[in-house]
């Protein structure tokens, strides 16, 4: 059950944004009404519970319309939203994503096999967070075979034969041997490092897999995108 904030108001649960747009990571964007703000920008997970964004029109006006579908999105470490205010009317408005309280990790692209005909796959045990620890693991990787993580700020599209690598000038993140469960895990702990609040990077793995896969090396994994949340 969606239980709104003490004093707020979901004009129509039904108005919960649906759309791909307005999803993002485990999370939803909403108009929320409280008696403070109006109805403005909000944001729904469960592991951050309601968020209020700040608001453009400071006070008990409402920028956001309680009826508005699909009006916002993310884009790497920021979230763009439609919002009106009596200076501008109806315009586009960006805040930090930092500002939800989460972290993101969405999957991306797609992977490759290696010699052994099998594609990797690269995921993470929680979206990434300055207060949590978070694992990447890499699993559907022969036993023993050399698992290794990259990371980069940015992302491009680099098809090679059956494989794509995501990530321009990747930079290494970790080493690791798959397990006896052909899983490779990466542990990370950031916290006392809260100047990395908000750092948007995309994710890859390579696995050693002789014979096939990108440049006959091994099979790549799909990406993944990480923004790091407070």
Known sequence: MVTPPSGSNLPNLTRLFTG????????????LWTPESGNELAYFSAASGFVT????????????PASFQASAMRVGSEVLFAATTPATGLELFTTLWTETGAG????????????????????ID??????????????????????????????????LGPC???????????VANADGSSSASFAYDLSGSRALAGLALWTQA?????????????GLTPALELVVGP
């Open 53 to 64: 964004l700040p608001e453009p029109v400071p006070g008990s006006a409402s920028s956001v």
């Open 164 to 174: 794509t690598l995501y990530l321009p000038a990747p930079t290494l993140l970790g």
């Open 104 to 123: 993101v990790a969405e999957p991306w692209g797609d992977g490759c096999a290696g010699a052994s005909g099998t594609t990797p796959d690269l995921s």
């Open 206 to 218: 390579l696995v050693i897999d002789p014979g096939a896969g990108w440049l006959d090396l091994g």
């Open 126 to 159: 929680a979206p990434p967070t300055i207060a949590t620890p978070f694992t990447p693991q890499v699993t559907s990787a022969p036993p023993g075979a050399p698992v290794i993580l990259a990371r980069s700020t940015g992302f491009e599209f680099a098809p």
């Open 20 to 31: 791909p747009s307005a999803r993002s990571n485990d999370g939803v964007f909403l108009s």
